[in-house]
């Protein structure tokens, strides 16, 4: 037999061998997205993820110069886009956040700060495919100065102080039975009807069936 058909052979069963124990694997685990992805899948995904980002991002440096203004509107941007799955002060403790695969890292630890400023750029842009990280970028030029904001501000995550996190909980999106209090609260002080109770949370809030 020719040393390329042996080797193509070699090659085919070593693939198939693999994806049996794919299929054995997921029909055991399923595809929850609970679960907290192994050691090793994170290790090989993280660094396939990180050549790939580097390669697009090389070119791309900081025009910005960290400023409390920009921390400001980073962190404002923040809490309204971000905090839902990163939360406030960028754990990634959330309730999305939780049951996602792979779940949102702590922003304030190794992994996420030596990131490079261009990768941080281009994560925000385009997010992580087959993630929850979502891609912010709409290509014009303020959606990109937002974008470096933010980067400034998740470099200033780890000195996060209580002032700043007791402001951005004021920032946070309000859940929608909290928006109908307040239209209600509104409408009374204008002298409307007095304000019923608030609306009942359109989801039952999942708790207790949880292990
Ligand atoms: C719907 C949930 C969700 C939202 C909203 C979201 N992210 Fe993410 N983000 C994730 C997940 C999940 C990851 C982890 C992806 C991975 O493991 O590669 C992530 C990863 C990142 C990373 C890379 C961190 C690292 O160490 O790998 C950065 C930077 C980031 N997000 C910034 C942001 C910013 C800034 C915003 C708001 C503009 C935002 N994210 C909004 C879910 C979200």
Not at 23 to 45: D, H, K
Request: hydrophobic content about 35%.
């Amino acid at each position: 037999m020719r040393p390329v058909v042996k080797a193509a052979g070699i090659l085919a069963g070593i693939g198939a061998a693999v994806g049996i124990l794919a299929f054995i694997y997921l029909m055991n685990t399923g595809l929850s997205a609970r679960e907290t992805p192994g050691a090793l899948e994170t290790a090989l995904a993280l660094r396939a993820r990180n050549l790939t980002i580097g390669w697009h991002a090389r070119k791309v440096t900081n025009p910005t110069q960290s400023n409390p203004e920009l921390l400001a509107q980073g962190r404002e941007h923040f809490a309204d886009h971000c905090a839902t799955c990163h939360a406030n002060d960028g754990s990634g403790n959330t309730d999305f956040g939780r049951g996602m695969f792979p779940k949102p890292p702590d922003m304030r630890l190794a992994r996420t700060q030596q990131l490079s400023d261009g990768e941080m750029f281009y994560i925000i842009e385009n997010g992580i495919r087959f993630t929850g990280m979502p891609g912010f970028g709409t290509g014009d030029t303020s959606a990109k100065s937002s974008s470096w904001a933010l980067v400034n501000f998740i470099r200033h995550l780890p000195q996060l102080t209580e002032e700043e996190l007791s402001e951005m909980e004021g920032l946070n999106p309000a859940p929608p039975a909290e928006i109908e209090r307040r239209l209600q609260e509104r409408q009374f002080m204008q002298g409307g009807d007095s304000p019923k109770p608030a609306m009942p949370m359109p989801m039952p809030p999942h708790k207790g069936d949880h292990k």
